[in-house]
């Protein structure tokens, strides 16, 4: 089996995820290279380990750069930690006018509220980035690679924290407007409201893409490991919370050399694990990679893994 439907023209967001070191990022870049064929593609690591740059061996940073060696494919490092800090840049007036209209906080207080930060909006800053790549409509394809297991969740559900947090600092700006209304008989809204409501669009926008079926698509990367196979299932499990629901699974370093008894062990060893990836994921459409006997790193070993993960066809 192959990976299949990823050249549907409307599915554009393609996000890679599963447990540390199972071949998520591999994926994600063979995945990108393959679409850059015949789709123009970026690819998108959310990964502060630098990760794509190592597998591509190219230095990718957090400006867009063609990816050397192809026409079509574009890439770029979305790190939470720089997007968030070019928000708070941007907003640090407007959260301090939140905290100062809303609160009893004295300045020092507010100074130090300032420096903590609001649930979710590291993640959502970067899920914002993505988006607007998506909005702006410059690529056909957007292939994000993401951290293991736990960040890909975080991404995912930081919509949700964040519209949390957005109610709870609406309903303290309602007492204050309440107030104003009461002291002056009008309100006109100021920044602080305005950057409620467009947090609030961002949070609508970023969750209509994912629970979108028809534009987004999660892809699970696991190895044929007991460990693996279990943090997949949760991982499946939390998806499905957020009406993710995956319709492929990639089975990574299965073992296809008998060449040596090591091979025949490991290979021996693999089969229950392999056999219980296609009965607990049943409902998915599994693609078995081999087990390469070289690291997956430049565009050799990744038109390789391609091959694996699409067949010997152009994806058109
Ligand atoms: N099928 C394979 N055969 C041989 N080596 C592989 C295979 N898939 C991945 N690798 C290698 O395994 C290592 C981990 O792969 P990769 O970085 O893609 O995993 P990851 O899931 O993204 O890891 P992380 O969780 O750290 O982000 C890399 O050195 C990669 O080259
Ligand atoms: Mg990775």
């Known amino acids: ?10 599915l554009k967001l393609i996000i890679f995820g599963g447990k540390g070191g199972v071949g998520k990022t591999s994926c994600a870049v063979a995945t990108a290279l393959a679409l850059s064929e015949n789709f123009k593609t970026l690819l998108i690591s959310t990964d502060p380990a630098h990760s794509v740059s190592d597998c591509l061996d190219q230095q990718i940073g957090y400006k867009v750069v063609k990816v050397d060696g192809t026409s079509n494919l574009s890439a770029i490092e979305v790190v939470a930690d720089e997007a968030l800090a070019t928000f708070k840049t941007a907003h640090q007036s407007e959260l301090k006018k939140l905290l100062e209209t809303s609160t009893n906080l ?14 979710g909006i590291d993640e959502i800053m970067s899920f914002k980035t993505i988006i607007d790549f998506i909005e702006e409509g410059q690529y056909d394809k957007y292939i994000v690679d993401t951290a293991p297991t736990g960040h890909a969740l975080r991404l995912i559900s930081s919509p949700k924290l964040l519209d949390a947090w957005i109610k709870v600092a609406s309903k303290m700006r309602w007492k204050y407007r309440y107030m104003v209304t ?12 305005k950057l409620l409501l467009n947090l609030k669009k961002t949070v609508k926008r970023i969750e209509n893409i994912l629970k979108d079926k028809t534009k987004c698509e999660f892809i699970p990367v696991c190895i044929p490991e007991s460990m693996a196979i279990s943090e997949t299932g949760r991982l499946l499990a939390d998806l499905s919370k957020f009406e993710i629901i995956p319709r492929q699974i990639i089975a990574n370093n299965v073992m296809s050399s008998e060449d040596c008894s090591f091979c025949k062990r490991r290979k021996a060893g693999q089969l229950k694990y392999i056999q219980e990836i296609s009965d607990v994921f049943n409902q998915l459409n599994k693609v078995e990679v081999p087990m390469f006997a070289e690291e997956i790193k430049g565009l050799q070993s990744l038109i390789q893994l391609r091959t694996y993960l699409f067949g010997d066809q152009l994806i058109n």
Do not use: H, K, Q
């Open 1 to 10: 089996m192959t990976l299949t439907g990823l050249e549907n023209s409307d």
């Open 106 to 119: 004295d300045s020092d207080d507010i100074e130090d509220m300032l420096t903590l930060s609001i649930p």
């Open 182 to 193: 009461s002291f002056s008989g009008s309100y006109e809204i100021d920044e602080v409201d």
